[in-house]
């Protein structure tokens, strides 16, 4: 089972959404595999430092941006820091996991990398995924999950987790 929320291209939405259902599934006693995302602002001039933590993993979170300097218009994205990250989630998935949520379906996975591999992996072991794919790469999702997606809107997304991993429970 996949499901994919798609949300306004609001800075932080989506992180903040997978974070709550994150928290509230481990606090609930599901194995969660995967990662979410965390913003830090750094001030009015300066893009915010983004922090992966890596779920079901003690280790710490994960920072894939880099600092390119106020007014840089370059990708801050550090795609070994993100290769690191799926790494740590895909070694947390070996291990045994009742739902994978992952941050987001960006640029490098639709090129091919970050957690994309991560995605067919817990779907070729039958584990429930729920991403965030921002309306900029919803085409290159769909030609990547066919219909094996299903939209759910933000409100639901907590519901849909839960009634997935029922069924795997039973």
């Keep these: 089972m ?5 949300l306004s291209d609001a800075p932080g939405a989506a ?3 997978l974070g709550d259902i994150a928290a509230t599934l481990a606090a609930e006693g599901l194995r969660l595999a995967g990662a979410v995302q965390t913003n830090h602002e750094r001030g009015a001039d300066c893009s915010c430092d983004m922090d992966l933590t890596v779920l079901g993993c003690d ?3 994960v920072r894939i941006s880099q600092s390119l300097g106020s007014g840089s218009q370059g990708c801050r994205l550090d795609s070994g820091a993100l290769a690191v990250a799926a790494g740590r989630a895909a070694k947390v998935l070996d291990r045994g996991a009742d739902l994978v949520i992952v941050n987001k379906f960006g640029r490098v996975e639709a090129e ?7 995605i067919a992996q817990a779907l070729d072991s039958g584990i429930p995924v729920l991403v965030a794919v921002p309306p900029k790469f919803q085409g290159a999702f769909t030609e990547f999950a066919g219909d094996l997606s299903q939209a759910v809107e933000p409100g639901a997304a907590l519901d849909w987790c839960r009634g997935a991993v029922r069924p795997r429970a039973a």
Excluded: K, S
């Design 2 to 6: 996949l499901a994919h929320v798609t």
């Design 15 to 17: 992180d903040l959404l």
């Design 112 to 118: 091919g990398g970050g957690f994309r591999d991560l």
């Design 59 to 61: 280790g710490a979170p």
